[in-house]
């Protein structure tokens, strides 16, 4: 009995904590996009597919070409310009846009690499713990071509 005990405490240890990384890190991720619009060319979508509420702290682009504002508007447009970090909290199953803009018209005609998006959230009912973030690889023709089809 003891034998057994020894062998099954360390499988079923392993088993908690594959469970637990799951649990933590990967369960509730919410889902990335880009959409075609007609306003601003291409949004970035997210949707929240966890069952508790998530908050997007920041999106960051890579290189910085593009800057992501939280609606329309001339005053939201401006203030992502300007360097201010897009955040909003996301219901479950609900779905948020983000417009696009240009930040270095320049630079998106000249670059010929992948833009990197990185969407960093965490759970409202954990918020001290961090959550891998979400990330999309892109390229500006591509952006072109998906701005093309709306």
Known sequence: ?????????????????????????????PLASLTPY????????????SDVDIVIREVIFQPAVYVAAKTNSVDHITRAVMGDKVSCIVSPGATVDFPLIVKDAKLEADIKSAIRIIIRWRKTKSMWLPQVPVGIW??????????KTA
């Open 1 to 29: 009995m003891l034998e057994f005990i020894k062998v099954t405490g360390p499988i079923v240890a392993w088993i908690t904590v594959a469970f637990l990384i799951y649990d933590r890190l990967i369960r509730g991720r």
């Open 38 to 49: 007609k306003q601003s060319n291409t949004r970035l979508t997210i949707k929240n597919l």
């Open 138 to 147: 892109t390229s500006p023709d591509a952006m072109r071509e998906l701005a």
